[in-house]
């Protein structure tokens, strides 16, 4: 009798799978063997490795979504908005680090209407963060940077955690960690004037 696994497990083997060998070299007997079942029985959690980056990637993208339209939309001044998403950013991470390497680093391989689906998404999100900061700008909460290069370097300094948090042995605090991302990103980008 083949033993049971559950859906949980299934996913987090999956991930560990794709973050190590990549999602195009990793095959379905491969996650069978890691979870020491038959290929087939991985067709009862999912229907194909295809709609298992699918599933995954967008689950995590909504997430980041979800949440940073909550703070954009929210009544915080731009530079609280910018720490709530440095904590979102830590908070999800911490939770879902594979999931999140998957999202940064294989979005590549969804079917072409689902990838152009999810540039859209990732569009939307940058633009919110590029409004706020630019928001702070004008506000003088932020100084005067180049919008770009102030975006797009924000977002480069949390994007990199999951890779980090992968690595890691010890139990990290996300509180703290939130923390000191959010202090070293802001104290360059604030006005202090």
Not at 129 to 147: A, N, Y
Not at 182 to 188: H, S, T, V
């Amino acid at each position: 009798m083949e033993r049971k696994i559950t859906r949980e497990k299934f996913i987090e083997t999956a991930l560990e799978l794709f973050h190590g060998k990549g999602f195009k070299a990793t095959t379905m007997r491969d996650i069978a063997r890691a979870l020491d079942i038959e290929a087939a029985t991985l067709y009862n959690y999912i229907r194909s490795k295809q709609q298992l980056l699918d599933d995954l990637v967008f689950e995590i993208a909504h997430q980041f979504h979800d949440g940073l339209s909550d703070i954009y939309d929210s009544s915080y001044t731009p530079v609280e908005k910018l720490k709530a998403i440095v904590n979102l950013n830590v908070r999800l991470t911490a939770a879902h680090p594979y999931q999140v390497a998957l999202l940064v680093s294989e979005w590549k391989h969804l079917k072409e209407d689902r990838q152009r689906e999810f540039l859209e998404n990732r569009s939307s999100y940058e633009q919110m963060v590029r409004s706020t900061i630019q928001h702070g700008m004008e506000q003088q909460e932020l100084r005067p940077m180049q919008l770009e290069i102030a975006t797009y370097s924000f977002l480069s300094s949390i994007r990199w955690l999951f890779s980090w948090y992968i690595e890691q042995d010890e139990n990290i605090n996300p509180i703290e960690l939130e923390k000191q991302i959010a202090d070293f990103i802001l104290k360059g980008m604030q006005n202090f004037d």
